[in-house]
């Protein structure tokens, strides 16, 4: 049997699905300005590229991308597990495949708590896809290790980010988390309520983004996979995560009074 290829579920809505409209709305979204230096992770938004992707490929732009990057997103569709890696075979875009570091995914697979490989939970979700067209514009020769996260549980979620870490820490990894941060508030409200938790991403802390926004019923759809992240990259001596941009979809469409938020990190390696 050949390896599974997951083909694209939102080219054309999300973002464009041809070849030149998307390499051209590519060039618009990733800035040169800032040379980009080495990371152990980042945290980006999933929304529609006239929303977030500004901020998304400021974010992108940002990192070194190495060989392979390990993506953590939400699951938007309750479909398949709840925390599941497409260990095998490629996604595609409009800009062509994306291989999976299956060696990779293999390692995850025996050594990550709770972890098991998945098609379902990904063949419908966004919150990843939207992602790969900035690695093909970056690091075309990149490859990925998708994994879908639903955990809840603050010591499951540690024990998993230390295996993590594990595994990442003899290879070259960029670990990415997705996430887009409160929806339909008003502007004013969406920045009270995602103020403690953009600060708990800054210092890294991790049960603390859980018990603010699951206690508090903020609308982050990506904590999960943010928290995770946050656990594996402290594990692997990262110090804090710097705050490259926080926005919402109001400064498109004009309506501050139901909006969906979106903040973009970059966790350095330190030297």
């Not at 190495?66 to 800009?95: I, Q, Y």
């Not at 594990?166 to 339909?184: G, N, P, Q, Y």
Request: contains cysteine.
């Amino acid at each position: 049997m050949a390896p599974p290829v997951r083909p694209p579920a939102v080219a054309g809505s999300f973002y464009p699905a041809t070849v030149r409209g998307l390499r051209d709305a590519l060039q618009k979204l990733c800035p040169t300005a800032v040379p980009p230096s080495p990371a152990i992770a980042l945290v980006a938004p999933h929304a529609g590229y006239v929303y977030s992707g500004a901020l998304a490929g400021s974010v992108w732009s940002r990192v070194i991308i190495p060989d392979t990057v390990l993506l953590l997103a939400p699951n938007h569709t309750g479909m398949g597990s709840r925390f599941g890696v497409w260990a095998k075979g490629a996604w595609e875009t409009p800009l062509g495949s994306l291989p999976v570091d299956e060696d990779m995914a293999s390692e995850l697979l025996d050594t990550v708590p709770g972890i098991s490989a998945d098609i379902r939970s990904h063949q419908r979700e966004h919150s990843l896809e939207v992602h790969l067209p900035f690695l093909q514009h970056l690091r075309p020769d990149v490859k990925i290790v998708p994994v879908s996260v639903s955990i809840s549980d603050a010591d499951d979620i540690g024990e998993a980010g230390a295996a993590i870490a594990r595994v990442v820490s003899s290879r070259k990894v960029l670990i990415a988390a997705s996430t887009d941060m409160t929806h339909f508030a008003s502007a004013r409200k969406a920045a009270e309520m995602d103020a403690p938790a953009l600060a708990a991403v800054e210092r890294l802390d991790w049960r603390g983004l859980l018990s603010y926004v699951l206690g508090n019923r903020v609308s982050m759809c990506g904590v999960r996979p943010v928290a995770l992240a946050l656990a594996a990259s402290a594990r692997l001596g990262a110090k804090r995560a710097d705050l490259v941009g926080y926005t919402h979809s109001g400064v498109v469409t004009g309506d501050t009074g139901e909006v969906v938020a979106y903040a973009g990190f970059v966790i350095p390696r330190e030297k």
